[in-house]
């Protein structure tokens, strides 16, 4: 069955760095997301992608982040300048189209700002 | 604003007993909802979505639009069943963004 890829699955940075997160949605899919969870608190909605371009983002998705779809491929969020808040699991997830019911997840990577 | 609450973190049940994971959502409109679970050490999976109506792994979920809810039952807990749940809403024809409650950790003991 074909699966959403994130690497790395652990990442540790320290404050002020650039990071780079890595996903690899199923190859027929044509809407890409991140989410991320604070450690003990809910899978919030950071931003959603499609046609090479943002289609939404959330309050959290500030200057500092940033996404790209950079070989047809891999989908990537990268964050410019890390903050000890920035510390979290990051999701990624693919759809095939609006209307198609399931979102596939994949594993996470869990970031830790230091 | 649409909001996903879940009031319960934890439910804790013996095996074999009935389980009711609640629901609640704020939506003006037509939401999508959906129950994903999430394994230990595993991703986000979905359980369940409203439209299909189905019964996966003895999980059914109504969608009773009159007290915006939409809550998880299971009629006989399994110790399989232990898990992280999130409740999940989105709005149809959107860009496809789920908005999550805070999640219910199952924990199901022998």
């Known amino acids: 069955e074909p699966e959403v890829t994130q690497t790395p699955s652990h990442q540790v940075t320290q404050m002020g760095q650039e990071v780079i997160l890595r996903c690899v949605p199923i190859s027929n899919h044509l809407y890409f997301y991140w989410y991320r969870q604070i450690l003990g608190q809910k899978v919030e909605f950071l931003v959603s992608f499609y046609n090479n371009e943002i289609s939404e983002k959330s309050e959290i998705f500030d200057d500092q982040f940033s996404v790209e779809r950079p070989d047809g491929s891999n989908f990537t969020l990268k964050i410019r300048s890390t903050k000890l808040e920035d510390s979290a699991m990051y999701f990624c997830?693919?759809?095939?189209?609006?209307?198609?019911?399931?979102?596939?997840f994949g594993q996470g990577t869990r970031l830790t700002v230091v | 604003a649409q909001r996903v609450t879940q009031p319960e973190k934890l439910l804790s049940v013996f095996k074999g007993a009935p389980v009711e994971l609640k629901c609640n959502y704020s939506y003006s409109g037509s939401p999508e909802l959906f129950w994903y679970v999430q394994y230990s050490r595993q991703r986000l999976q979905l359980l369940l979505r409203?439209?299909s109506r189905e019964s996966i792994k003895g999980f059914t979920a109504d969608l009773n639009k009159g007290e915006t809810s939409f809550h998880l039952k299971k009629p006989f807990a399994q110790e399989e069943d232990s898990a992280m749940y999130y409740c999940?809403?989105?709005?149809?024809?959107?860009?496809?963004?789920?908005?999550f409650g805070q999640g219910t950790t199952l924990q199901v003991k022998p």
């Open positions: 997830a693919s759809i095939n189209r609006v209307g198609d019911t399931e979102a596939f």
């Open positions: 409203h439209i």
């Open positions: 999940a809403l989105r709005r149809i024809g959107n860009t496809g963004k789920l908005i």
